[in-house]
T-cell receptor, first 115, second 109 residues
Framework: DTAVSQTPKYLVTQMGNDKSIKCEQN?????MYWYKQDSKKFLKIMFS???????INETVPNRFSPKSPDKAHLNLHINSLELGDSAVYFC??????????????FGPGTRLTVL | SQQGEEDPQALSIQEGENATMNCSYK?????LQWYRQNSGRGLVHLIL?????REKHSGRLRVTLDTSKKSSSLLITASRAADTASYFC?????????FGKGNQVVVIP
């Protein structure tokens, strides 16, 4: 009964390719997130969606495009992959938006390696 | 956005000892959260302390918050090998959590 799941777990690809990472949560949460964790384990928010609407879009290159078909899913599509995109990408979810008191539930991560 | 920043040092202790790690932040907060990340896994929420609280306990965890110094500490008592992980503090509001770099804790059996 995985709460937040991501696929794939590992993704190895060549520079210039386009790839997608999928995320699903079965917790009934309204808000979902994408984070990027670099090699030094620094975790930075990329996007946040509340009920399928984008509410946070940090200064992420527009090669990254999130898509939320419904509030249980938040996918991340990356165009023209670059070496610097290599990182672990985490999806997370939390209860209703607008509050910082809600803990976030994280997926297992997707390790992206760009060659 | 606000950001928690842990002291950037790894900690290696013997099983049974206590582990303490600190976190500092720069702006006003509503609350501060601590998360654990085991190797190769996602983050797991440990505890949340509100800005009007000074101390909070959860099992073997004890968190303190000093808003005047903009700092928090996480104490793990009677550590176990399974406590080996990275620990992150996070601050934020409006669904925007800012995480620090994390403290690596290694508990030696």
């Amino acid at each position: 009964d995985t709460a937040v799941s991501q696929t794939p777990k590992y993704l190895v690809t060549q520079m210039g390719n386009d790839k997608s990472i999928k995320c699903e949560q079965n917790l009934g949460h309204d808000t979902m997130y994408w984070y990027k964790q670099d090699s030094k384990k620094f975790l930075k928010i990329m996007f946040s969606y509340n009920n399928k609407e984008l509410i946070i879009n940090e200064t992420v290159p527009n090669r990254f495009s999130p898509k939320s078909p419904d509030k249980a899913h938040l996918n991340l599509h990356i165009n023209s992959l670059e070496l610097g995109d290599s990182a672990v990408y985490f999806c997370a979810s939390s209860r209703a938006g607008g509050s910082s008191y809600n803990e976030q539930f994280f997926g297992p991560g997707t390790r992206l390696t760009v060659l | 956005s606000q950001q928690g920043e842990e002291d950037p040092q790894a900690l290696s202790i013997q099983e049974g000892e206590n582990a303490t790690m600190n976190c500092s932040y720069k702006t006003s907060i509503n609350n501060l959260q601590w998360y654990r990340q085991n190797s190769g896994r996602g983050l797991v929420h440990l505890i949340l302390i509100r800005s009007n609280e000074r101390e909070k306990h959860s099992g073997r965890l004890r968190v303190t918050l000093d808003t005047s110094k903009k700092s928090s500490s996480l104490l793990i008592t009677a550590s176990r090998a399974a406590d080996t992980a990275s620990y992150f503090c996070a601050t934020g509001g409006n669904n925007r959590l800012a995480f620090g770099k994390g403290n690596q804790v290694v508990v030696i059996p």
